[in-house]
């Protein structure tokens, strides 16, 4: 061959900007049953210090390479058994970089149907069809004349015309260079359009913004896309691609994919006989078989990228909310908030052991206020709690008013409350998990005790629930559950081997996350835990049935045992540097536990004096970090957000108004906050900074707490603006106000919140003439996580 086919390693290092040697040597751990978070953490010095981020990005590379090889050697086996694999075509197949690539090159060996083309090769027309396009003076009707033959099938020179012109069609439709071309042209320049269907105005209301749009590909965000399509699937919109930018003038003569079909195969009209029977050929292959090839391909390439920011966003957030702070080892309350069923409460102790539980009454219709807070009073004194922790759902409100009258009235009790996010607890409260963890428990209760293990430590709790149920998604239903399940999984495991865990006090599905260990290991260790006690150091895990030397290898690093007989067991130092510590040990001539901690003394070690064949300068420099700060938690320290008093409705705010408030949701068009009041407000990307905002990530995450500025509300329709820049100017009306981001460009939310979701300024449009309005309609009807936000913000409805 005359090119150089990439080896899967170079490709990888040149798209990650590595060396191909890093890339091998990470490939190599990962066939070798290496996990990503024992790899970052523990063998940089043969990936060259590559981070999490890229190893996962590798890995995913790895996969996708892969399934292409794997694909390409399937192609070339069906070409080479069809007798039809030349050197050249096989060069072109080894250098397909895509998967769509591989496709446009192996479509005209693609086994399929008898098409018009193939039937009229078989009479005999592909020599007219050649003769015509290679020889545009030829007159067709006469050269078409000599082909009719009635016995196979061509009754007339124009059945011989339409054959010829069937296999031309054919032959344009399958040129792998041209349609690659002509796809990356659509791309550039077309566009996604909406209309309703007649007669679902009404039923598809939700849609509205969407009844008659029109957007271009490359400027469409991923919520949109995401609607349009739900759109299109629940029968309110038909969508359609449009290849290139409207215009209200009349086309004069071909278009710029016609003119480029043509230019391909050497057709232009020079007033020679064939000329127009070959330029109506090129018309007929681009809207017949071109455009609507192109046309599927581009639909599915938008989805693919919508889906794929979508999973981005909901990982995003996942991590975010699985690392929040943690309260810590502390007496805690849970409180999950009702009406008429009451307010349940679980009262668990430091460890999350659950001591009690209960059910009061201080709301509609019982209203036994005084009686409610003498029980918790009660409670909290009995079991010594020091946090209460209340779910945000129906009632929440309430429950924190309850609460913070408890508090005023029992000094004595310190307590201290914080609202905690509800997502997920129903779920786990009817897992077959937690049936088995709370046996006996009414299912009722088992949220409340959720509710307060997830102030303790979010990420222990949060890892018992399926992460697609926890709530912090952005169209989650409309992606690929495969996709979505491994990015989230991958989240869950990132975060867990970050923070490390507790062998002697972790759950279950805790221990699953951990690095090596799968599920029927980790129920051996809690099995071998309860009947032999805590352990003691981390060699003892070795006696675990089935957890052998490369399990132990992946997980000891990432599992913690504290007062231990053996205080390295309770860092991130992994056993097999141990040796490394006995020579600083010797080096410094103190004894561990007067070494760890003790930042003077390790700042005086030089690192590269224990560097050796087996040990290299990253290891040593991670082992006296983690000495300095033994066991240290990646997460923030806990703090709790104020809501303001007297403000506990949405008919409680003006305009103007200076509130804290706690991040509940991010998206790619905004922030909601709770800020108390039973709904969310919505603060725009555009509010979030006075600097323009790409993501509104980079500004907030899930759990921060926030000062805002209530910009407007909107109380028939439940709406609140909110901004993070104080100094913004308020609205005087009932409406929201327009925000402006960037140059002055102005905002409208698609979701009827000025300052929401829309940008207006010619990106979208809506079609029929006039003025070009981008109202972004983004997330009407959407799913999961986002639905509920955009529901307790006032959206959606």
């Given at each position: ?250 086309r004069v003569g071909p278009s710029e994919y016609e003119q480029r079909i043509a230019q391909r195969f050497g057709i232009s009209n020079e007033g020679r006989p064939a000329d127009k029977w070959l330029q109506d050929t090129v018309r007929w292959a681009w809207r017949t078989k071109i455009l609507l090839h192109l046309g599927i391909d581009l639909r599915l390439r938008l989805r693919q ?493």
């Open positions: 061959m005359t090119s150089v086919v990439q080896s899967i390693e170079q490709r990888i290092a040149g798209e990650l900007g590595v060396r191909e040697g890093q890339v091998k040597a990470a490939v190599d751990l990962l066939d070798g049953g290496s996990t990503v978070p024992f790899i970052a953490r523990y063998r940089k010095e043969a990936t060259g210090m590559l981070d999490d981020a890229q190893l996962r990005t590798l890995e995913e590379r790895l996969r996708y390479l892969r399934e292409l090889d794997e694909r390409r050697e399937a192609v070339l086996d069906s070409i080479r058994t069809q007798g039809k694999l030349t050197e050249e075509l096989e060069e072109r197949i080894r250098l397909a970089d895509t998967k769509a690539r591989l496709e446009d090159i192996y479509l005209p060996y693609k086994p399929k149907r008898r098409t018009k083309a193939q039937i009229a090769r078989e009479a005999g027309l592909e020599p007219l069809a050649d003769g015509l396009l290679n020889d545009p003076t030829t007159d067709p009707q006469a050269a078409a004349a000599v082909f009719v033959d009635p016995e196979k099938g061509v009754a007339d020179a124009q059945a011989a015309l339409d054959g010829a012109r069937a296999i031309l069609v054919e032959r344009f439709g399958e040129d792998a260079d041209l349609i690659g071309e002509l796809r990356e042209k659509m791309w550039a320049q077309g566009r996604l359009a909406s209309k309703v269907r007649p007669g679902k105005e009404t039923e598809g209301a939700k849609f509205a913004d969407y009844f008659d749009f029109s957007e271009p590909f490359t400027k469409m965000p991923s919520h949109r896309v995401l609607a349009m399509f739900r759109g299109e699937k629940e029968e309110v919109l038909d969508l359609t691609i449009e290849p290139e930018e409207p215009s209200d003038e009349p990228a919508a889906e794929d920011d979508a999973v981005k966003v909901f990982a995003a957030n996942l991590r975010d909310l699985l690392l929040a702070a943690p309260a810590g080892t502390r007496a805690t309350m849970g409180l999950d908030p009702g009406f008429r069923t009451g307010v349940k409460v679980a009262v668990v102790d430091a460890t999350g052991k659950v001591v009690a539980t209960d059910t009061i009454y201080p709301h509609q219709p019982a209203n036994r206020w005084d009686e409610s807070i003498a029980k918790l009073a009660k409670l909290a004194a009995q079991h010594q709690v020091e946090l209460i922790a209340i779910g945000n759902g129906t009632a929440s409100r309430e429950t924190d008013k309850l609460a913070l009258e408890l508090i005023k009235k029992h000094p004595e009790l310190k307590l201290t409350k914080a609202v905690v996010s509800e997502a997920g607890a129903s779920v786990y409260s009817a897992s077959a998990f937690a049936s088995q963890e709370l046996p006996g428990m009414d299912v009722s209760l088992r949220g409340a005790v959720s509710i307060a293990r997830r102030l303790q430590d979010p990420l222990a709790e949060l890892v018992k629930i399926d992460p697609k149920s926890i709530g912090v998604g952005q169209y989650q239903h409309d992606v690929s559950e495969v996709s979505l399940s491994r990015s989230l999984d991958a989240v869950v495991e990132d975060c867990v081997n970050a923070v490390g865990v507790d062998v002697n006090t972790a759950s279950a599905p805790l221990l699953t996350r951990v690095s090596g260990i799968t599920s029927s290991l980790a129920e051996n260790i809690v099995s071998h835990r309860d009947q032999h006690g805590p352990f003691r150091s981390r060699e003892v895990l070795k006696q675990v049935p089935r957890l052998g030397p490369k399990a132990f290898e992946q997980c000891a690093g990432f599992l913690r045992i504290r007062g231990g007989d053996d205080p390295l067991d309770s860092s991130s130092v992994h056993p097999e540097s141990y040796p490394v510590v006995q020579r600083i040990l010797a080096a410094t001539g103190k004894e561990l536990r007067e070494l760890m901690g003790n930042e003077r003394a390790l700042k005086s070690v030089r690192p590269e004096q224990f560097v050796d064949e087996n040990v290299g300068l990253p290891t040593v420099t991670d082992i006296l970090t983690e000495l300095e700060k033994p066991g240290r938690d990646p997460r923030p320290a806990f703090k709790t957000a104020t809501f303001a008093e007297g403000v506990e409705k949405i008919a409680d705010l003006k305009p103007g108004m200076r509130l804290e408030g706690v991040v509940t949701n991010v998206a790619a068009f905004g922030a909601f906050i709770d800020i108390g009041v039973h709904q969310d407000g919505l603060a725009h990307v555009s509010a979030l900074s006075k600097n323009f905002v790409k993501d509104p990530r980079d500004v907030v995450k899930p759990g921060d707490i926030v000062k805002v500025k209530v910009l407007d509300v909107d109380i028939p329709r439940n709406r609140i603006s909110l901004t993070l820049r104080l100094d913004d100017e308020v609205g005087g009306g009932p409406k929201p106000a327009r925000q402006q981001q960037g140059g002055g460009q102005g905002q409208r939310g698609g979701q009827g919140q000025r300052g929401g979701q829309g940008q207006r300024g010619g990106q979208g449009q809506r079609k029929g003439g006039g003025q070009q309005r981008g109202r972004q309609g983004g997330d009407a009807a959407p799913g999961g996580a986002l639905a509920d936000a955009l529901r307790r913000a006032g959206y959606g409805r």
